[in-house]
C-alpha cells in the first residue's frame, strides 16, 4: 500500500542529510513502529510518508528542505496530505477544540457536508471501543490526558482512514496505561474490522515489540548522521 | 515544609480574599469621594463644585426634551450626546474590527504577506491617528466621514495585529490534522479560526476601548455632530454660566462610565464566546489557592501563557530567586554530556540533582533538536541556562522554571535584562512585544525526587511539567520547562 523506496532527506543541503536510502513498505492490516535514538529523524519519516512534508515544502519553498526517492501510495506517488490517511500528532492536546465536547471533537472531521446518522454511529462505535463514549458530553479540557488522546486517535479514525499516523502515541502515557493503548489499535483493527494500517514513531522499542509486525530501526552507520534503515519483524505475524 | 492549611479553608481563604478586594476598591472610592466634597464644601471655588452639583445637572441634562436637540447639537441634552457618541463608536469600532480581523488573519496565515507587508503597517501604525486630522478634513468632506475614519484608522492596529498573532499561534499540529479531514479549504479556515479566538477577542476588547478614546477624541477636533467630546470640550463654552465646569466634570464621569460598561461588556461577551477564556480565569483561582487547587486546574492554568507573570501580578509578595544562570554551552555538542555544575558560591546544593533530572530527559533532548532543526542552519549555537523559583509570600515554592535561552537573538539590551536577577523571562521578552511570541508545547504529569529540594518536600511528589517555546520574529528562541505542583 505504502511504499518508500530510497528516501534521502535534508533540512539544508549544506547539512548531512536526515534521512539515507531509507526503504521500507506498509502493508494493508500492517502496523509497523519505527524507532530509534532521538533525533535521528522518525518524525521526518513519519511527516514525509504522510504527505505533511510535500505540503510543507510546497508552501515553504525558502525552507531549504530537499528529498530525493519516492513516497508511493498504492503505487502512485505521494505528493501532499490526502483524505485516505489520517493523523495523531505527539502533542494532540494543541489540535483537540477547547469549549467543545468529547464526541463534537471526534466529528469535526467529518463535517463537509453535514454528519451522516452513520458517521454518528461510527462515533459512537469508536468512542465505546476506547472507552470514552460515557465522556461524550465532557468539555475536552475536562479530560484526563490519556482520555483526550482517545479523542484523537477517534477523530483520526472517524474518516475511516487507510494509514493512520501516529507520532510517540505512548509518550504521553502512564506506563500503566500504554497497554491499554496497544489493545486499543488491535482492537481497532480486528473487532471493528477496520480496513487499517498503523505507520507509528516511538522511541519505546518494548512497546513497538509488542504492538508491531514490523519494526523499522533507523541507525547511525558510519558517522552518517542518520538513517540507513534495518527492518526486523515484530513478534505479530499476523 | 508542606502547608497546614487544608483544602476548604484555603478555598474559603480564597473567597474571602477576593471579597476583600472589592470592599477595600469601594471604600477608597469612597474616601475620594468624602475628599473631594470636603474641599468642595469647606474651601468653595468655581473649579470644585460638590458632588451633588454635578450628579444635579447630569440629571437636569439627561432630562432635556428632543425639541431642543433637533436644532442642533449646540444643546446639553446629555442622552442625545451619548447616543452619537455610541453610534459613531458602534460604526467605527465595527468597520476597524471587520478590516483589522481580516487583515490580521490574512497577514498570519500567509508568511509571505506577512514577510511583504510587515514594514508597510509597522509604519503606518507608527502614525498618531489624531495628526491624521488635518488631512481627513482637509481631503475628506462632511463632519461624519473624517470623524469614522480616524476612529477605524487608529483602532484596528491594536485588533489586526492579536489577530496576526493569534494566527501565527495556531499549533502546527492543529494545521497538520486538519489538513487529513473531509473539510473543503472554506471549512478548514473556519475550523482554524477557532484556534485563534482568544487572541483575536483579545484584540477586540482592547479594539472597543481605543475607539471608545478616539470617538470623544475625534467629537472634540469636530464639534458639529456634538457627543461627549463635544459636551466636555466644547459644551461648557457655549454656557458660560456657573455650570461651565460643573459639565465638564460630568462629562468626564460619563465618559470614564461609558469606557467601563463598553470593557465590562467585552469581557462578559468573550467569558461566553471564546472557549479558551476559562483557563484565563483560572489562572485567577491560581493565583488565590495555589496550594489546594484541583490539578486539571493546574493544567488548564499551563495552557496559557505567561504563568510565572501571572503569579507574580496576582500574588503581590511573590518572590524570585534566580538560581543559575549565564554560563553558555554549545548546542549540539555538550548537551548529552553536561556537567554537573555548581553556582559560583557553591551554595545551590539542588543544581546538581536538577541536571541530573531534567537535562537528560529524552523530551528535552528531543525539543533541543527542534529549536537546533527550526532556526538556521548554524550547528554550533550558544545557549544560556536559566533557572528560576518563585516562591508564594509565605515562602511555599509555586513553580521552578528552567529556561535555555538563545542569547544571540535578542539585542544587547535584553540580553543585559537576562542577567537581572529580579525580573522573569515573560517580564524581560514584553519588551520586544510585537516580535514575540508563544508556543505551548505540551504538558505532562511527572512523579520525580529529583527536585523536591526546589518543592521542599522530601520523597517523589507529583508535578506537573509544561515545555513551551517563546519565539522572536516567529523563530525559536527561548525553551522553558516549568513545574508546578498540583
Not at chain 2, 503597517?121 to 491617528?129: C, E, H, M, Q, T
Not at chain 2, 484556534?195 to 481605543?210: K, Q, R, T
Amino acid at each position: 500500500m505504502l511504499r518508500v523506496q530510497d528516501l534521502c532527506f535534508w533540512y539544508d543541503t549544506r547539512d548531512l542529510p536526515v534521512l539515507y536510502n531509507t526503504t521500507f513498505a506498509l502493508e494493508e492490516g500492517q502496523i509497523v513502529s519505527v524507532v530509534g535514538s532521538s533525533g535521528c529523524g522518525k518524525s521526518t519519516l513519519l511527516q514525509i510518508c504522510s504527505g505533511l512534508m510535500h505540503d510543507h515544502i510546497s508552501r515553504f519553498p525558502e525552507s531549504g528542505h530537499f528529498m530525493t526517492g519516492s513516497v508511493l501510495w498504492k503505487n502512485l506517488p505521494l505528493t501532499g496530505p490526502i483524505r485516505e490517511f489520517g493523523y495523531v500528532p505527539q502533542h494532540y492536546s494543541g489540535t483537540l477544540l477547547r469549549g467543545k465536547t468529547a464526541l463534537d471533537n471526534v466529528l469535526l472531521a467529518v463535517k463537509e457536508d453535514g454528519i451522516s446518522p452513520e458517521e454518528r454511529e461510527r462515533a459512537e462505535s469508536l468512542m465505546t471501543h476506547s472507552g470514552i463514549w460515557e465522556q461524550k458530553d465532557s468539555k475536552i479540557e475536562h479530560l484526563s490526558g490519556g482520555q483526550q488522546q482517545r479523542v484523537a486517535i477517534c477523530r483520526a479514525l472517524i474518516t475511516q482512514p487507510g494509514v493512520v499516523f501516529m507520532d510517540e502515541p505512548f509518550a504521553n502515557l502512564d506506563d500503566s496505561l500504554k497497554p491499554g493503548m496497544s489493545r486499543l489499535l488491535r482492537d481497532f483493527m480486528t473487532e471493528l474490522h477496520l480496513k487499517l494500517s498503523v505507520l507509528l514513531v516511538t522511541h519505546d522499542k518494548r512497546h513497538a515489540h509488542e504492538i508491531s509486525n514490523e519494526i523499522v530501526e533507523l541507525t547511525e552507520r558510519h558517522g552518517m548522521p542518520s538513517s540507513n534503515v534495518q527492518s526486523m519483524r515484530g513478534p505479530r505475524h499476523d | 515544609m508542606t502547608s497546614s492549611r487544608s483544602p476548604h479553608r484555603t478555598a474559603v481563604f480564597g473567597h474571602i480574599v477576593r471579597a476583600s478586594h472589592g470592599v477595600f476598591s469601594l471604600v477608597i472610592g469612597l474616601i475620594v469621594a468624602a475628599l473631594w466634597e470636603s474641599c468642595a464644601v469647606f474651601s468653595p471655588s468655581k473649579y470644585v463644585p460638590t458632588l451633588g452639583t454635578i450628579l444635579k445637572t447630569l440629571s437636569r441634562d439627561f432630562l432635556i426634551p428632543l425639541d431642543s436637540v433637533v436644532q442642533g447639537p449646540g444643546s446639553h441634552a446629555l442622552w442625545y450626546h451619548i447616543l452619537v457618541t455610541l453610534g459613531m463608536w458602534a460604526i467605527g469600532f465595527s468597520i476597524a474590527a471587520f478590516l483589522g480581523v481580516i487583515l490580521g488573519f490574512g497577514l498570519g496565515i500567509s508568511r509571505t504577506t506577512y514577510l511583504v507587508c510587515l514594514p508597510y503597517v509597522n509604519l503606518l501604525r507608527a502614525l498618531p491617528s489624531a495628526v491624521l486630522w488635518p488631512l481627513l478634513i482637509y481631503v475628506v468632506p462632511g463632519d461624519f466621514v473624517p470623524t469614522i475614519s480616524l476612529i477605524v484608522f487608529g483602532a484596528m492596529w491594536q485588533m489586526l495585529f492579536m489577530t496576526m498573532r493569534a494566527v501565527q499561534e495556531i499549533p502546527r499540529e492543529a494545521f497538520d490534522v486538519t489538513a487529513f479531514m473531509q473539510l473543503s479549504t472554506l471549512q478548514r479556515n473556519v475550523l482554524l479560526a477557532q484556534w485563534c479566538l482568544p487572541g483575536v477577542f483579545a484584540g477586540l476588547e482592547m479594539g472597543a476601548s481605543i475607539a471608545l478614546l478616539l470617538t470623544v477624541t475625534a467629537e472634540i477636533f469636530n464639534p458639529n455632530m456634538g457627543g461627549l467630546g463635544w459636551y466636555v470640550a466644547v459644551g461648557w463654552n457655549a454656557d458660560a454660566g456657573p455650570l461651565a465646569v460643573v459639565r465638564i466634570y460630568g462629562g468626564l464621569l460619563i465618559t470614564a462610565l461609558l469606557g467601563y460598561a463598553v470593557n465590562g461588556a467585552f469581557s462578559t461577551l468573550q467569558k461566553r464566546v471564546v472557549p479558551g477564556r476559562e483557563s484565563q480565569r483560572s489562572s485567577r483561582r491560581l493565583a488565590n489557592a495555589v496550594p489546594t487547587i484541583a490539578r486539571r486546574e493546574i493544567a488548564e492554568v499551563l495552557k496559557t501563557d505567561r504563568v510565572t507573570e501571572r503569579l507574580c501580578e496576582e500574588f503581590g509578595g511573590v518572590q524570585l530567586s534566580v538560581l543559575y544562570q549565564n554560563t553558555p554551552y554549545f548546542y549540539p555538542e555538550q548537551t548529552r554530556r553536561l556537567k554537573p555544575y555548581t553556582s559560583e558560591d557553591g551554595t545551590h546544593s539542588l543544581v546538581k540533582p536538577l541536571v541530573e533530572a531534567l537535562s537528560v530527559s529524552r523530551f528535552t533532548d528531543s525539543i533541543l533538536h527542534k529549536i537546533g532543526r527550526l532556526r538556521d542552519t548554524e550547528q554550533r549555537k550558544d545557549l544560556v541556562q536559566r533557572d528560576v523559583v518563585l516562591r508564594a509570600p509565605d515562602g511555599q515554592p509555586l513553580l521552578f522554571a528552567r529556561s535555555w535561552i538563545l542569547e544571540g537573538s535578542f539585542p544587547q539590551r535584553i540580553q543585559d535584562l537576562l542577567s537581572e536577577e529580579h525580573l522573569t523571562i515573560g517580564q524581560i521578552v514584553r519588551e520586544l512585544e510585537s516580535d514575540i511570541s508563544y508556543e505551548n508545547l505540551g504538558y505532562r504529569d511527572q512523579i520525580s525526587d529529583k527536585i523536591n529540594d526546589v518543592f521542599q518536600q522530601p520523597g517523589p511528589i507529583l508535578l506537573i511539567e509544561r515545555m513551551r517555546l517563546i519565539k522572536l520574529r516567529n523563530r525559536p528562541a527561548i525553551l522553558i520547562q516549568e513545574y508546578v505542583r498540583p
